[in-house]
């Protein structure tokens, strides 16, 4: 059974960084993804990376600014945050698909993580 538990969550000033961590465990599906939620709005997919890393997938506004990764050895997905902006507060969630042909936001995920919070202020 697949487990994400998700860590890295804080506060930091706009301009500032932050790497936010998923562990994955019992993961054998194709795709992990980064998904934020803030009040009011509607959940968007922010980033995601297949199971061999070839592919990845970002949202617009984080392109250039944002690098998912995923360690195998440690089986745990990264979510490296630069140059952050108030806009990007929100409550960041990992999800995971299964066995699915493609890893994009629309993928299906079935798994997802409690979520850890994100504020960033100006």
């Known amino acids: 059974q697949v487990q994400l538990v998700e860590s890295g969550g804080g506060s930091v000033q706009a301009g500032g960084s932050l790497r936010l961590s998923c562990t994955a465990s019992?993961?054998?599906?194709?795709?992990l993804g980064w998904f934020r939620q803030a009040p009011g709005k509607e959940r968007e997919a922010v980033a995601g990376i297949s199971s061999g890393g070839r592919t990845t997938f970002y949202a617009d506004s984080v392109k250039g600014r944002f690098t998912v990764s995923y360690d195998n050895a440690k089986n745990t997905l990264l979510l490296q945050m630069s140059s952050l902006k108030p806009e990007d507060t929100a409550m960041y969630y990992c999800a995971a698909t299964g066995f699915t042909y493609r890893c994009y936001s629309g993928s299906p995920y079935i798994n997802w993580g409690q979520g850890t919070q994100v504020t960033v202020s100006s």
């Open positions: 019992g993961y054998r599906g194709s795709c």
